[in-house]
């Protein structure tokens, strides 16, 4: 069975743009988590949707937002980049969220110049 | 607030065993566990539930400790490919939901 993907693999962009990642959940899947990892920390939660709907937002600014489609994947948002965006973006989906396990797809590295 | 793991980082032999704990200032009711390699993403080890009930897929086992809001993972005879970061993870039970990772335990296995 495939695993979660995401797109891009990697993506450079400069200070001021927006940025759009992409995520597909394993398949049956309906929760979809978006984390930020800065190079030596763990990852940092950014929002949770299930069913397509926010369930959840960690403490990121407004410039920050994300949507989940019917067919339960899921976009990432990122406007007015600045260079502190810059990071390892991970999906992670789960059967119903909440306390169920998390897989996590390989990760989108956006690096802002 | 985020878990705190201890240690922050060990060294291990081949087939020596490990503990890492995860502690929380706030009640948990679930705590899950991963483990991440340099330039891959997290990886699902286990979760425990309030309760006692526990899942997982590999040959890692967990303790859950409520009353004392603490997390043991036990990684007995080591191997090579149990390198890695290994961070507990809890959502949080306040206020709209949140997932919060700990701060992580770098363990390295030498042969």
């Known amino acids: 069975d495939a695993g979660v993907t995401q797109s891009p693999t990697h993506l450079i962009k400069t200070r001021g743009q927006h940025v759009t990642l992409r995520c597909s959940p394993i398949?049956?899947?309906?929760?979809v988590s978006w984390y930020q990892q800065v190079l030596g920390q763990g990852p940092q939660f950014i929002f949770q949707?299930?069913?397509?709907?926010?369930?959840g937002r960690g403490n990121f600014p407004d410039r920050f937002s994300a949507r989940q489609f019917p067919n339960y994947s899921s976009e990432l948002n990122v406007n007015a980049l600045l260079l502190g965006d810059s990071a390892l973006y991970l999906c992670?989906?789960?059967?119903?969220?909440?306390?169920?396990?998390?897989?996590f797809g390989p990760g989108t590295r956006l690096t802002v110049t | 607030q985020q878990p705190v793991q201890s240690p922050q980082a060990v060294i291990l032999r081949e087939g020596e065993d490990a503990v890492i704990n995860c502690s929380s200032s706030k009640a948990l009711y679930s705590v899950h566990w991963y483990r991440q390699k340099h330039g891959e993403a997290p990886v699902f080890l286990m979760i425990l539930l309030k309760g006692g009930e526990q899942k997982g897929h590999e040959k890692i086992s967990a303790s859950f400790n409520e009353k004392k809001q603490q997390s043991s993972l036990y990684l007995t005879a080591s191997q090579l490919s149990y390198s890695g970061t290994y961070f507990c993870g809890t959502e949080s039970t306040s206020g709209t939901y949140k997932y919060i990772f700990g701060t992580g335990t770098r363990l390295k296995v030498l042969a």
């Open positions: 398949s049956g899947h309906k929760s």
């Open positions: 949707y299930y069913e397509k709907e926010e369930r």
């Open positions: 992670a989906s789960s059967l119903l969220g909440g306390s169920y396990e998390q897989y």
